[in-house]
């Protein structure tokens, strides 16, 4: 038996609204879901995106209850061709790139932040792979 793909990613955000905007008006992210008060969900390539206040899912009586704090990591990958363009893109939305990163073997990362200041990046598919 083997795990196939992290199919999901939390992060634990203090506002859904600023949350929404950022990542669906400024990346791009296709909204699947909202609860009010509760959480925000996005679709990223063939993942999930889940942004849930953290007070709220805390005390979770459906769910086993869940909260995170500090400022958290998540890489999403794109192609070696659409990099360029991420870069030009996160740039252009006047958020600013931390650094971008070589690799090696021809594989580049950028860093930025998100409202909350969770750490985020773009890495080139493929690049752990190799």
Request: charged residues 25%; contains cysteine.
């Amino acid at each position: 038996m083997e795990v196939i793909k992290i199919k999901e990613t939390c992060l634990y955000v203090a506002d859904l609204a600023r949350s929404r905007q950022f990542y669906k008006d400024k990346l791009g992210f296709e909204l699947i879901g909202e609860v009010a008060g509760r959480h925000v969900f996005f679709r990223a390539g063939s993942s999930v995106l889940l942004c849930f206040i953290a007070a709220v899912a805390r005390e979770s009586k459906t769910l086993p209850p869940h909260f995170g704090e500090g400022q958290l990591h998540v890489a999403f990958e794109v192609t070696q061709h659409q990099y360029e363009g991420w870069k030009e893109k996160i740039s252009a939305a006047g958020i600013p790139i931390e650094l971008e990163y070589d690799w090696g073997g021809g594989y580049l990362s950028f860093y930025f932040r998100d409202p909350d200041k969770h750490l985020l990046e773009i890495v080139m598919e493929g690049m752990w792979e190799r």
